[in-house]
């Protein structure tokens, strides 16, 4: 079993910056891939970017040049540096792991940019 606890969302203005984290607890495997997804009211939950064990990246189109994710294996975390956030950045964020067939989720942190 594993819990996922994300922190760092907020209100930012239009071309500002954030950094969200999540924290894992219990274990975490090499195989995982760990990544963050969002969702917009009334949109589905989308992929953000995800980043496996060995450093590989992925990013949805929307955010490349914009966002960074990164991981730490052995403090178990994984991190979202936000740039340059549009208002249509705005939505919960969720921290999530997959192994295999099974998913794990955090309980999501919210993000709003606003003027």
């Known amino acids: 079993q594993v819990q996922l606890v994300e922190s760092g969302g907020g209100l930012v203005q239009p071309g500002g910056s954030l950094r969200l984290s999540c924290a894992a607890s219990?274990?975490?495997?090499?195989?995982?891939?760990m990544g963050w997804y969002r969702q917009a009211p009334g949109k589905q939950r989308e992929l953000v970017a995800d980043?496996?064990?060995?450093?590989?990246?992925n990013y949805a189109d929307s955010v490349k040049g914009r966002f960074t994710i990164s991981r730490d294996n052995a403090k178990n975390t994984v991190d979202l540096q936000m740039h340059s956030l549009k208002p249509e950045d705005t939505a919960v964020y969720y921290c999530?792991?997959?192994?295999?067939?099974?998913?794990?989720w955090g309980q999501g942190t919210q993000v709003t940019v606003s003027s």
């Open positions: 999530n792991v997959r192994r295999r067939v099974l998913v794990y």
């Open positions: 219990g274990p975490i495997f090499r195989s995982d891939t």
């Open positions: 980043i496996t064990s060995g450093g590989s990246t």
